[in-house]
């Protein structure tokens, strides 16, 4: 049978009706229901018969959303025995794909290549698809970060069981602390994405994809970032989305959690998931979302010269997010010009270009009148997650002081966060 | 005997006179000699005489500079079996003392307070002093980096088998690099500081002073940076001044080597120095100060939802130092107006924010589009180091974009560097 065959699957305990994807290997093939569920069928385990052949035309671009309204034949559109994982995709390397017509590199991605990508997928889960962006992450924007906790809301609204994020690892950080500012989820939501292209030999695509539909069916119902964990294809990571960081330009395990252990680990042999530390668990919440942010707040690293002039434009912006020297410092010189900015209103908050350990400017003299000018101390919140935590806090919280003092979402290590 | 006493010291090969320190203990003295010199006396072997009982006030502020014109009545000026090791400070936690006659934390430090504070450091080297600024280091700005260059050239002509610069750690690896690329230099120059000042039980600037006079007088003709190893009291870590990068807020281990394990190690119990990479020989260049800098040379880190704006401070500077995403990558809408400043001599240098790894902008679209807009790419340069050299390349390379692309100072690690 090819790509495009009408077929008929019967298990032992089930038959379905669908249209072979261009993913399906030997081993596995993956059928496209109606309604937007893909499902992966193990050939060992099934007998397969063509029904008809070359009834869909599949052309590498459409979507396979669950709206979409194909001609439905089958009454069947799950594996009820599998839980409902939803992929969303954004873009970025991971769901890129050679075009299996073709051979040219695809430039539309979405949901349904990413499980032509990756054949080992099939059979792990029902499969809901969606496009919310199609950009290189060094695009990521925050309106489209709100399209996405929406998509992410609808989703699991609908009944996934767990979502995973398809996103471009330059900015996977900086949108997966949007998200878990944004929602409360009872269910687990996963970026993942690829260092290496499918198309080389080294690419993480596979392992990570796979690890990432695992952890959404996890108990772990928290915004969670999955890459390699080690420069093996052994075990993927999964770590907090506010406390991540993309730490190499290359390595398959560019990602780490900065100042603690990863929250837990998958392996990939036994597909066992570990956790090494207390998170919130599926269900512990309801789903809520928030996703108003005040875009006007920006950040700037001090370095020793800096010129003064980069003050003024933030002038008359929301908020600023400092990255600070040491235990968060800046020229003595430049704070008067930092309290002129917060007498007309601008939240200045102090992060630490250190990246690991909590600022504290209570210590020395140029901290003392940081505070004193009325700039807040955002603890060890990586600076990258206080500038959307600050977009965030500006558009919902009523005390935004306090907010950026306290653990949101676990990005405020060294003091308690709500389910630890 | 007291502090301010003029004393003889006898040893079994020498005899000195000079006026007792009050960092003198029991076990040992540390003696100021004339000519800016302060010798350390183990008791053990020396005997000492009290000439003349409190003839010299020591304030607590005086300079021991070696200019300065004491009442010379000895014309022993230093052991001639140790070698002679500069003490230049700039300020910093290490350089803070608690006065020994009001108990009040001074304001003013000079090298001689640091031998007060570190009575280990006697018996280990003749020492010259030399105050080059009493700054907190966020206040560090590029024309101190050029004064304090001059003072170490000064001292090394001048005879200093090694050089220990005393630095507030906030900016040390600004400084550090600002030296590494100023100074050809044939013998150590060593930062170092205290993440804990001297009044705290945990402080490290005993240990940090004693392992950077240890390594200055080791074979490694680099800046370096000496700060502890561990979280334990049992090595310091030697770090190459352009690699080296502060990575904790607090922690005594803050510093690190980006991308690699440090040059080398000092081991605090036996003294022992140990070098895990190649490094520039003592004596293998001649000294040699290129101290211009182009002052107008800016980093900007950008975020999702950056300010186009902050490009605009840049209009007419010399030089920009881009912190972009992943490989060196920037929002797609930022390059014309990238391209533009270029057009108008703004020399553009794109490092990575991910600290670790090289910059590749031949690999995505938007890296290809930076350097047909004539981004220049700065390997695995850390950001501030970039700033700095590009500071540096500007007022004294030739060619900057092959400056920026070759390690001149051991800064760019993944090109071979001039002696490995």
Known sequence: MNPGDRVRVDREDRTYEGVVLPSSTDDHLV?????????GVDRDEAAVEVL?????????????????????????EFDEELPTISLISTGG?????????????????DAEDVLRAVPDLAGRAN?????????????????????????????????ADGVVVMHGTDTMQYSAAALAFMLETPVPIVFTGSQRSADRPSSDN?????????????????????????ESDDVCALHRGTRVRKNHTSR???????????????????????????????????????????????????????????????????????????LGHVHTD???????????????????????GRVCDRVYDTGRDLLDAGVIEAGDTLPGTAKVKLMWALANSENVEEAMSTSLAG??????????
Chains 1, 2 share one sequence.
């Open 31 to 39: 059928v496209k229901l109606e309604g937007g569920y893909n499902v």
């Open 52 to 76: 008809a052949e070359d009834v869909y035309e599949i052309d590498g671009t459409d979507s396979m959303g669950a709206d979409e309204d194909d001609e439905a034949t089958s009454e069947i």
């Open 93 to 109: 390397t991971i769901a890129s794909t050679v075009d299996y017509r073709t051979g040219a590199v695809t430039a539309q991605f």
């Open 127 to 159: 499969y809901r698809g969606r496009v919310v962006a199609n950009i290189l992450s060094e695009n990521m924007e925050p309106p489209i970060w709100q399209e996405l906790a929406e998509a992410v809301h609808e989703e699991i609204e609908a009944g």
């Open 206 to 230: 596979v392992m990570n994809a796979v690890s990432a539909v695992e952890a959404a069916k996890s108990d772990c119902a928290e915004v969670l970032v999955c890459m390699h964990g080690s």
């Open 252 to 326: 398959r395990d560019a990602f780490e959690t900065v100042g603690a252990e990863p929250l837990g680990t998958v392996d990939y042999e036994t597909e066992e998931i570990e956790f090494h530390r207390d998170y919130q668990q599926r269900g512990a919440t309801d789903l809520e979302i928030e996703p108003e942010l005040e875009e006007g707040v920006e950040l700037l690293k001090f370095t020793p010269g800096m010129d003064p002039q980069f003050l003024d434009v933030v002038e008359g912006s929301a908020g600023l997010i400092i990255e600070g020297t040491g």
């Open 334 to 356: 430049l704070i008067p010009r930092i309290e002129e900015l917060i007498d007309d209103g601008t939240t200045v908050v102090m992060t630490s270009q250190c990246l690991e």
């Open 411 to 420: 990005e405020l290590q060294e003091r308690s966060v709500p389910w630890e």
